[in-house]
């Protein structure tokens, strides 16, 4: 099975600041991963997937890079609903692993 | 719009049964490969399962095959989770998703319901 690890896995942060999570797999992934949010008591996010696709309707504030096994996700400027628990999760394949999440939190 | 509702969670003693339902509406069920994810409390994220669209191909996590099946009814438009021989570690809040189609070979999980409680506890 494929592990995935993320970095931090916790931050604390300010409105307007730049963040970036980190996800490393345990073997190359291609671009085979996708990045969810996750607010308690509401359905998860897809953000974006192929590593740095878009999902439709996601603020462009949202970015991700990277391929084989490190990628990160960026929010260029942390608005008040971003503040919230972010997951890395392979595609590449079966068992579609997750990473163990990233809280982010309001400094 | 495109809407999953998951039901079917509750409290249940150590090797019982139990099914989850997850019924979707603004898409049509048997055009998506479905899966379910769940949540154990305080932890993160647990894929579970998946069906092919049309169901005839499934995969599982270790920790559940040979004890949950996944499936579907098209005329209801539902997907469902079997979960049998239950164990407390199986206490989660348990997503359904949809897979995404038209992302070239890329197959994220584009939308997810709230979720539904299971807790096995004697």
């Known amino acids: 099975d494929i592990q995935l690890t993320q970095s931090p896995s916790f931050l604390s942060a300010s409105v307007g600041d730049r963040v970036t999570i980190t996800c490393r797999a345990s073997q190359g992934i291609d671009s085979y991963l996708a990045w969810y949010q996750l607010k308690p008591g509401k359905a998860p996010k897809l953000l974006i997937y192929a590593a740095s696709t878009l999902q439709s309707g996601v603020p462009s504030r949202f970015s991700g890079s990277g391929s084989g096994t490190e990628f990160t996700l960026t929010i260029s400027s942390l608005q008040p609903e971003d503040f919230a628990t972010y997951y890395c999760q392979q595609l590449n394949s079966y068992p579609r692993t997750f990473g163990p999440g990233t809280k982010v939190d309001i400094k | 719009q495109v809407q999953l509702v998951e039901s079917g969670g509750g409290v249940v003693q150590p090797g019982r049964s139990l099914r989850l339902s997850c019924a979707a509406s603004g898409f049509t069920l048997r055009s998506y490969g479905m899966h379910w994810v769940r949540q154990a409390p305080g932890g993160g994220l647990e894929w579970v399962a998946f069906?092919?669209?049309?169901?005839?191909?499934?995969y599982y996590a270790d920790s559940v095959e040979g004890r949950f099946t996944i499936s579907r009814d098209s005329s209801k438009n539902t997907l469902y989770l079997q979960m049998n021989s239950l164990r407390a570690e199986d206490t989660a809040l348990y997503y359904c998703?949809?897979?995404?189609?038209?992302?070239?070979?890329?197959?994220?999980?584009?939308?997810w319901g709230q979720g539904t409680l299971v807790t096995v506890s004697s």
């Open positions: 069906t092919w669209y049309d169901g005839t191909k499934s």
């Open positions: 998703a949809r897979q995404k189609e038209g992302s070239g070979s890329y197959y994220p999980f584009d939308y």
